[in-house]
Nanobody, 129 residues
C-alpha cells in the first residue's frame, strides 16, 4: 500500500514563504503522476499543482507564479514551495499520487481529484495577515 506523509505546514505571515514536503513509500522517479491539492475551510478540495514522472509540471491558474512543485527522486520526496503566501492560501494541503497512466497528468487549470488513487493525511497551512 502506498503511504504518503505530508509535513512542513504551520502558521506563516502573509508575504512569507513555505515549503511543504511529502515523503512517499514508493519510487517516485517512476510514479506516473503526483500532485498537491488543498482544501480551504468550507470549500471543495482543489488541485494546485501536478508533476509527471518525466518532470513536466502544471498548475492551477490561481497559483501560477507563486507555487512550485518539485521532487527529489533520490529521497522519494515531493515538494510544494509557496512564495508570497496569502490569507487565501490557508488550507489543509494534501499530497496525491497515481500509478495509473490513463490520466493526462498535465492540466491547463483544473486538476481532477479522481485522477489520483493515493492520498496523504494532509498538513495544515494557516496564513495570517
Amino acid at each position: 500500500q502506498v503511504r504518503l506523509v505530508e509535513s512542513g505546514g504551520g502558521s506563516v505571515q502573509a508575504g512569507g514563504s513555505l515549503r511543504l514536503s511529502c515523503a512517499a513509500s514508493l519510487d517516485i522517479s517512476s510514479t506516473y503522476c503526483m500532485a498537491w491539492f488543498r482544501r480551504a475551510p468550507g470549500e471543495e478540495r482543489d488541485g494546485v499543482a501536478s508533476i509527471k514522472s518525466d518532470g513536466r509540471t502544471s498548475y492551477a491558474d490561481s497559483v501560477k507564479g507563486r507555487f512550485t512543485i518539485s521532487k527529489d527522486n533520490a529521497k522519494n520526496i515531493l515538494y510544494l514551495t509557496i512564495n508570497g503566501v496569502q490569507p487565501g492560501d490557508t488550507a489543509v494541503y494534501y499530497c496525491a499520487a497515481t500509478l495509473l497512466t490513463d490520466a493526462p497528468c498535465h492540466y491547463s487549470d483544473y486538476i481532477p481529484p479522481l485522477d489520483f488513487t493515493d492520498w496523504g493525511q494532509g498538513t495544515q497551512v494557516t496564513v495570517s495577515s
